[in-house]
């Protein structure tokens, strides 16, 4: 499903962070991306949705050549991929319902579609009671849940999640896992950007180590690997 070619990024100041990276990654598979800070874990991630672009070398995905897509077209290939962050970043003056809805690509779908589909996605979360709430009414765990369903909404085959438990509890960060596992387990690929020894070594997935912009590591059922 993703396939990354050799792969360079080399941002404007001269930082190379991503130093020749090639790997693959198959529809359905969950995977942890780790590494210190500054090894390029967040720019491998902004390559799959097209964040940046590559400085040289491929990135593919289902076949698309992501980083030669014109800009015009970019919504659609994201259109795939649903995208969570570490600080939410949900719009702060719309209610979760609508956070959600806004979300959702509107294909000449009539209302009572939309809203079934928004509810349904939002009971997945479990935050189906709290649709009529501001981000600023929720907790962290419960923001993080709407930035969930957002991703989900439109079926997307691939999420990728960028320290998505790094503001939040060891409790609430468990709860996230277990809504990851699930959307998992229904073949959508996962590939998540972590610091939490914890998680990847109690909730064992393929772990890819990057270092100074290179996989130094790529196991399947691996460790985290590093002291925190
Ligand atoms: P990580 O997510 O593992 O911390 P990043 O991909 O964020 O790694 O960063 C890798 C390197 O690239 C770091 O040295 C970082 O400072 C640098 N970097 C990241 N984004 C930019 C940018 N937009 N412009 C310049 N340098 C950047
Ligand atoms: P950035 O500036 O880092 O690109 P944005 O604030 O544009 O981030 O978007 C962050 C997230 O919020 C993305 O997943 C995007 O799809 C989503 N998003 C942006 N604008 C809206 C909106 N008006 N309604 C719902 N989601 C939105």
Redesign the pocket.
Known sequence: MIEMQDLYKVYKNGVTALNGVSTNINQGEFVYVVGPSGAGKTSFIKMMYR?ETPSKGKIYINGVDVGTVKEKNVPFLRRDIG?I?QDF?L?PR?TVYE?VA??LEVIEENPKKIKRRVMNVLEQVGLKHKARFIPAQLSGGEQQRVAIA??IVNNPKLIIADEPTGNLDPETSWEIMRVFEEVNATGTTLVMATHSKDIVNKLRKRVIAMEKGEIVRDEHRGEYGYEV
Do not use: C, D, H, S
């Open positions: 964040e995208v962050f970043k719009l719309l956070n806004f979300a957002r991703a």
